[in-house]
């Protein structure tokens, strides 16, 4: 008999156990929830609300109108042009010196660099310390590889805690996960805090993994260290990039992994049987973004300084209500309610159904996140504006205790 989608089953399907360790993350989450309400304003998902530039547009068009093999899978590293674009960019940025042809691979977004990185440093049963909060993805990422996360909270200002980061290394500690500047705190580490962590990684051989997703976007001072630019600590560290956020380019899934090449050729394998390529017309765009006219990135960075500023005054007339430690770097401010000592989950979920305001618990970045709200000030000024006014009339009227 075959079975239908309609006729019952007689057996329950079967999920690994490594699947069903893990959950959505509560940014997609929200964002499904909010689908259902009506006139929602989203303080939500950190994705910058410009369009991807225009010159990137044009040369795509042009590129998939005039190259027959735009279409096309490239090499898996990815095309030799957009790496050597990379390599001098990292050359010229941030002091890195890679090999393109084999210390670089181009992937589908930082997010699957960060996945076949996991994939490939964690084991069954090793840990993988997170100073908390943290980038929520992480989490999942080290559960799905069948690791532990280790989470050391990060201190009051959202710094880095290095004796207690000290204290939770063990024999099975593989790595550690860092975003600088950080999702969800909006900190960014001092080049100091950053050699000490390097430092313990090659004393106890492990592996800095280090998320330089928004590195362009510091608020003072100038882009923060990135370890792989230090000869003594290329085996100890693995450099993931992406250029979704800093060319508005969420949706085309460019980003890459930089790495010493004994690492890099077994990360290859997990890109190979996961993705093959990153998108070709994708790379394309990759490759006008960092070769073409940087005024964009110019003009989008001092929009968000605009965003900030009024996120950040808009905080400050609700100090009865929040307190927050000013963002230095990326668009987001964990907000620490005073209001209520309910869970970060229900607070945001009352906030989007009785403000329609989207935001995200901050439970869901791990230890030291509970009891936040985690705003993002990508969205446009008006937008900022209005959800804080709804969440100031939802305050200050009908929100009950
Ligand atoms: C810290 C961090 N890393 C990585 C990513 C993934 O970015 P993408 O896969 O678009 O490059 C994000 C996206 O929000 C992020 O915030």
């Given at each position: 008999m075959t079975c239908t989608a309609h006729s019952p089953r007689s057996n329950p399907i079967r999920i690994s156990k490594r699947v069903l360790n893990i959950s959505p993350s509560a940014t997609k989450e929200m964002a499904l929830i909010a689908a259902?309400?009506?006139g929602c304003v989203s303080?939500?998902?950190?994705?910058?609300?410009?369009?991807?530039?225009p010159h990137i547009v044009e040369s795509v068009i042009t590129t998939l109108r005039e190259n027959p093999g735009s279409g096309h899978y490239t090499l898996q590293t990815g095309m030799p042009a957009l790496r050597r674009g990379i390599a001098e960019y990292l050359r010229l940025e941030k002091n890195i010196t890679v090999d393109p042809e084999s210390e670089l691979c181009v992937t589908v977004g930082g997010m699957e660099a960060l996945l076949a990185t996991v994939m490939t440093v964690v084991d069954e049963g090793d840990e993988v310390i997170l100073p908390?909060?943290?980038?929520?993805s992480y989490i999942e990422q080290i559960l799905l590889a069948g690791g532990i996360p280790v989470f050391v909270p990060l201190t009051?200002?959202?710094?880095?805690?290095p004796e207690a980061i000290g204290r939770a290394?063990?024999?099975?500690?593989?790595a550690i996960m860092l975003c600088n500047p950080g999702n969800p705190t909006g900190t960014v580490f001092a080049d100091d805090e950053i050699i000490s962590l390097c430092k313990l990684a090659v004393a106890h051989n492990f592996v800095v993994i280090t998320?330089?997703?928004?590195?362009?976007?510091?608020?003072?001072?100038?882009?923060?260290?990135?370890?792989?630019?230090i000869d003594a600590f290329r085996d100890n560290v693995i450099s993931i990039s992406s250029l979704s956020k800093k060319y508005a380019?969420?949706?085309?899934r460019v980003g890459w992994v930089a790495a010493a090449q004994p690492w890099m050729k077994q990360i290859m394998k997990v890109h190979d049987a996961t993705a093959?390529?990153?998108?070709t017309p994708s790379q394309f765009a990759a490759l006008a973004a960092l070769s073409g006219d940087q005024q964009c990135v110019a003009a989008m960075r001092e929009e968000l300084i605009k965003r900030k500023e009024l996120c950040c005054a808009r905080l400050d007339k609700l100090s009865k209500y929040f307190s927050y430690v000013p963002p230095k770097?990326?668009?987001y401010v964990m907000a620490k309610y005073?209001?209520?000592?309910?869970s970060s989950q229900h607070v945001a979920t009352r906030l989007l159904q009785e403000a329609k305001v989207i935001t995200i618990p901050?439970?869901?970045?791990?230890?030291?996140?509970?009891?936040h709200l985690r705003l993002s000030f990508g969205g446009e000024l008006q937008v900022i504006d209005e959800a804080f006014d709804r969440i100031e009339q939802w305050l200050n009227g009908g929100m009950q205790k």
């Open positions: 259902g309400i009506d303080l939500g998902q950190g994705v910058p609300s410009f369009a991807t530039p908390s909060p943290t980038y929520a009051k200002t959202w710094g880095l805690d290394i063990t024999p099975r500690t593989r998320d330089e997703a928004y590195d362009y976007m510091v608020y003072d001072g100038a882009m923060p260290l990135s370890p792989l630019s380019l969420t949706g085309w093959i390529c990153s998108p770097g990326a668009f005073l209001f209520s000592t309910a901050g439970g869901a970045f791990g230890k030291g996140g509970e009891g």
